[in-house]
T-cell receptor
Framework: TQLLEQSPQFLSIQEGENLTVYCNSS?????LQWYRQEPGEGPVLLVT?????EVKKLKRLTFQFGDARKDSSLHITAAQPGDTGLYLC???????????FGSGTRLSIRP | NAGVTQTPKFQVLKTGQSMTLQCAQD?????MSWYRQDPGMGLRLIHY???????DQGEVPNGYNVSRSTTEDFPLRLLSAAPSQTSVYFC????????????FGDGTRLSIL
């Protein structure tokens, strides 16, 4: 069974601080996606990374795919209250034709 | 654009009852899937489909059935509801199972008494 472990599970920081959340697995994924989910809504895609070592930036968010395509990180610079939400990573197992989600990191940014 | 539509939005069942959660997408997506999300948790894959007529089991398929008779619809059936199935259920679709973005519905909040 493929597992995606996210850490930390919860994170509460002050506005303006930097943070990094991690997504780790013992399995190799063809691609990895990051989603953000707000209360009462479905997850919304932030980014997809495909190549080992790939780095993508989305304004203050930086996403990296591990060289071995088993792990990923999300770094937020100068966090803002609008960044609050549940961050989910999702790995694609192309051989099994399915997408597995991680356990999530619940982020709270205090003004 | 409707995107992914789930009905109902809320449902309360008694233990042992059966029901069907509906999911429809109007984007001509081949890949559809059902997830459940328990409080404060991530999403767990129940069943998925790579195209009409094809379905397969995910991580937690027990107690649920699916069918995919058309590209647009992917209903999830609870055969005999149990309190452990109390959860929020999300349907998702994408063009393919590869790196295509997953589009999610707004969820169905299901309580089993």
């Amino acid at each position: 069974t493929q597992l995606l472990e996210q850490s930390p599970q919860f994170l509460s920081i002050q506005e303006g601080e930097n943070l990094t959340v991690y997504c780790n697995s013992s399995s190799v994924f063809s691609s990895l996606q990051w989603y953000r989910q707000e209360p009462g809504e479905g997850p919304v895609l932030l980014v997809t990374v495909v190549t080992g070592g790939e780095v993508k930036k989305l304004k203050r968010l930086t996403f990296q795919f591990g060289d071995a395509r088993k792990d990923s990180s999300l770094h937020i610079t100068a966090a803002q209250p609008g960044d609050t939400g549940l961050y989910l990573c999702a790995g694609e197992n192309s051989s099994a034709s399915k997408i597995i989600f991680g356990s999530g990191t619940r982020l709270s940014i205090r003004p | 654009n409707a995107g992914v539509t789930q009905t109902p939005k809320f449902q309360v069942l008694k233990t042992g009852q059966s029901m069907t959660l509906q999911c429809a997408q109007d984007m001509n997506h081949e890949y559809m899937s059902w997830y459940r999300q328990d409080p404060g948790m991530g999403l767990r894959l129940i069943h998925y489909s790579v195209g009409a007529g094809i379905t397969d089991q995910g991580e937690v398929p027990n107690g649920y059935n699916v069918s995919r008779s058309t590209t647009e619809d992917f209903p999830l059936r609870l055969l005999s509801a149990a309190p452990s199935q109390t959860s929020v259920y999300f349907c998702a679709s994408s063009y393919r199972v590869d790196s295509s973005p997953q589009h999610f519905g707004d969820g169905t909040r299901l309580s089993i008494l």
